[in-house]
């Protein structure tokens, strides 16, 4: 009868450390972690797409816009730069790396804006099929991309404000002290300022 009722007793200590340690947040950092993880990947994806369309409009562009070069130039020297500078999800809680990653997809960004707007000089590139679908290809992947960076700020916050609230703060200072807050993206230079529209 002892010996059942140490078993009875041990058996119900396993449980309520089980449940205490499920209900005590100890998943919850890792968890935010690669949510945050998984929408930078997104980002990522979303930029590749871009960077993967670039060189089709670049080529139907210079059909029709030869006197264009400073302007093509300028995309295609963005588009390197942009591919170029890589950042991984260990990364991520550096600063700096995420700007030189957000500025040179900035640089790209503007000079596909000139690109555009070179378009608007030439009535047949307006109106050939596949500039068109590029160009929308291109307007949509914009939207994703903005939809993807706007989740992995969201993630980011969740994920940040994990380590500094209780009761996940306890594991974040004891088994998670390695784990720093991830950086976000910032608006761009400019950003709050509307376009100006000239006819």
Same mark, same amino acid.
């Not at 972690?33 to 930078?40: P, T």
């Not at 996940?168 to 976000?184: D, E, V």
């Given at each position: 009868?002892a010996?059942? +009722?140490?078993? &009875?007793r041990?058996? +119900?200590? %396993?449980?309520?450390l ?10 919850t950092?890792? *968890?935010a972690?690669?949510?945050? !993880?998984?929408?930078?990947a =997104? ?8 960077a993967?369309?670039i060189p089709?409009?670049?080529a139907?562009?210079?059909?029709? %816009?030869k006197q264009? !070069?400073?302007v &093509?130039?300028?995309?295609i020297e %963005?588009?390197s730069k942009?591919t170029?500078? @890589?950042i =991984?999800a260990?990364q991520?809680? =550096?600063?700096?790396?995420? @700007?030189?990653?957000?500025d040179?997809?900035n640089?790209l ?8 707007a ?11 099929q596949n +500039? &068109? ?7 949509? *992947?914009e939207?994703r991309?903005?939809v993807?960076r706007?989740d992995?700020?969201s993630?980011v916050r ?7 609230t209780?009761p ?7 088994? +998670? ?8 993206f910032?608006?761009a230079?400019?950003?709050d300022k509307?376009?100006?529209? @000239?006819?």
């Open positions: 009868m010996l059942n +009722f140490s078993r &009875l041990a058996a +119900f200590a %396993a449980l309520a089980g449940l205490s340690v499920a209900g005590c947040g100890y998943n950092i890792p *968890t972690e690669e949510n945050a !993880k998984a929408k930078w =997104d980002v990522q994806n979303q930029y590749q797409r871009r993967d369309l089709n409009l670049v139907t562009v210079q059909g029709y %816009a264009e !070069k400073d &093509l130039t300028s995309v %963005a588009r942009a170029s500078v @890589k =991984d260990s991520l809680t =550096d600063p700096e790396k995420v @700007k030189q990653f957000q040179a997809q640089q960004s503007g000079a596909l804006g000139r690109l555009i070179v378009s608007e000089a030439y009535p047949d590139l307006k109106s050939n +500039f &068109l679908a590029l160009q929308s290809q291109l307007e949509g *992947t939207n991309i903005a993807a706007r992995y700020v993630a969740d994920y940040n404000l994990t380590l500094s209780f996940s703060i306890i594991w974040a200072k004891t088994i +998670f002290s390695g784990n720093k807050p991830m950086a976000t910032t608006a230079e400019g950003a509307p376009p100006q529209v @000239k006819f």
